[in-house]
């Protein structure tokens, strides 16, 4: 006899599989479209360390639109008169710190991709932060929607992160 599961707990369980089989695609998708597009070094950097800059500029910015978005609701909503703070804002803040969780792997995983990859796929960084920036809007969308409805987004931008770590170890001993 398994274990009966909610309709909410189904429901997560089948977006954390969607959000693992989005991550490999996206990954996927990286490796096969980035020989086409060429990365150029910005002001003089080492071609690798532009493609890491690059990644992790596009990578904050949802960041960067939560703590902007946090500001305005507490300077312009209820919470600026120091009463029970806005639950939307509430929502956000807990959605800006999964997103640093996930901005540090993603910062990691970042830096062994662009030290791995061949040059030829250094495109590949700055298009999977394209993607985090994406799976973490669907993550904040679907927070604000219903919380188990954050399933994907974070499924997606978690095994994307871990899965580049374990690219990066088997380019490490595939390309040696």
């Known amino acids: 006899m398994g274990i009966m599961l909610t309709l909410d707990q189904r429901y997560v369980r089948k977006m954390a599989a969607l959000g693992s089989f989005s991550a490999i695609a996206t990954i996927g998708a990286a490796w096969m479209i980035s020989p086409a597009i ?8 080492p071609l ?6 690059l990644a992790i500029l596009i ?12 500001a305005m609701g507490r300077f312009f ?27 540090i792997l993603f910062g990691v995983s970042a830096l062994l991709l662009i030290a791995v990859l061949p040059e030829g796929r250094l ?3 700055p298009m999977l932060a394209v993607a985090f920036n994406f799976f973490r809007f669907v993550f904040w969308l679907g927070y604000h929607r219903k919380p188990t409805m954050r399933a994907f987004g974070f499924a997606a931008t978690f095994y994307s992160n871990i899965l580049l770590m374990v690219l990066c ?3 490490i001993y595939w390309l040696d």
């Open 38 to 45: 060429s990365i150029h070094s910005i002001n003089g950097l």
């Open 77 to 103: 909503g209820p919470a600026i008169l120091g009463g029970n703070c806005d639950p939307v804002v509430e929502i956000d803040v807990r959605v800006l710190n999964n997103t640093h969780e996930q901005f």
């Open 123 to 125: 495109a590949m960084a």
């Open 59 to 70: 990578g904050v910015v949802p960041m960067v639109a939560m703590i902007a978005r946090i």
């Open 48 to 53: 690798r360390l532009s493609a890491y800059l």
């Open 169 to 171: 170890v088997f380019l």
